[in-house]
């Protein structure tokens, strides 16, 4: 069954702090992988698309990267305006999305 | 501002009503899809259009039914609804389902906050 999850469920850390979020996959066919963020009452704004292991994007403080099983999403030196949900989905073979439950990540000045 | 637009942006309806949720998109995407966003669930993918055919319904109850006229517009229309339908919907759009990650990457609009009393 395709299956996604992510951790940690919530995240706090003290400006400056740097740490990494976990999106572990089982799926049949792996097509794409996708990160987003997501402020509250907003829909997801897109962050990284990544579709082969060994892959790695870097937008500003956020680098994602993607292996067989898992993607991480690192973030460096964090500010408060990175406080926010972020989602992770996969593209399996048919046409279907799925997403994780996504990581709420604080970040206190 | 992500090119994708969607009203209304709030709706409270009774269980007995008819509404319709609508989505546009002007990125000149092939691809349409709505979702349903509960708390503390993930997304769950509802419909899915390519070039204006649907490709997905995954076992959506039959109160719930999706238009795609065109590649820019997207439509939910609503009746009968119970309380448990209350969630953020959700519209996407992509470039198309061809196949290629980046051209299957989604790009959400702002949702529409729907409350069934």
């Known amino acids: 069954e395709d299956q996604v999850t992510q951790s940690p469920e919530a995240l706090r850390l003290q400006e400056g702090e740097s740490s990494s979020l976990n999106c572990s996959y089982t799926?049949?066919?792996?097509?794409?992988l996708f990160w987003y963020r997501q402020d509250p009452g907003k829909g997801p704004e897109f962050l990284f698309t990544?579709?082969?292991a060994g892959e790695e994007k870097e937008k500003e403080r956020l680098k994602a990267t993607l292996t067989k099983k898992e993607s991480f999403l690192h973030i460096t030196a964090p500010k408060p305006e990175d406080s926010a949900t972020y989602l992770c989905a996969v593209r399996p073979a048919g046409n279907q999305f799925y997403f994780g439950t996504g990581t709420s990540l604080t970040v206190i000045p | 501002e992500t090119g994708v637009t969607q009203t209304p942006r709030h709706l409270v309806m009774g269980m007995t009503n008819k509404k319709s949720l609508k989505c546009e998109q002007h990125l000149g995407h092939n691809a349409m899809y709505w979702y349903k966003q509960s708390a503390k669930k993930p997304l769950e993918l509802m419909f899915v259009?390519?070039?204006?055919?649907?490709?997905e319904n995954n076992s959506v109850p039959s109160r719930f039914s999706p238009e795609c006229p065109n590649s820019s517009h997207l439509f939910l229309h609503l009746h009968t609804l119970q309380p448990e339908d209350s969630a953020l919907y959700l519209c996407?759009?992509?470039?198309?389902?061809?196949?290629?990650?980046?051209?299957?990457?989604?790009?959400f609009g702002p949702g529409t906050r729907l409350l069934v009393l």
């Open positions: 990544l579709y082969s």
């Open positions: 799926v049949s066919g792996l097509r794409g």
């Open positions: 996407a759009s992509s470039q198309d389902l061809s196949g290629g990650a980046l051209q299957e990457t989604q790009y």
């Open positions: 259009y390519n070039f204006k055919e649907q490709t």
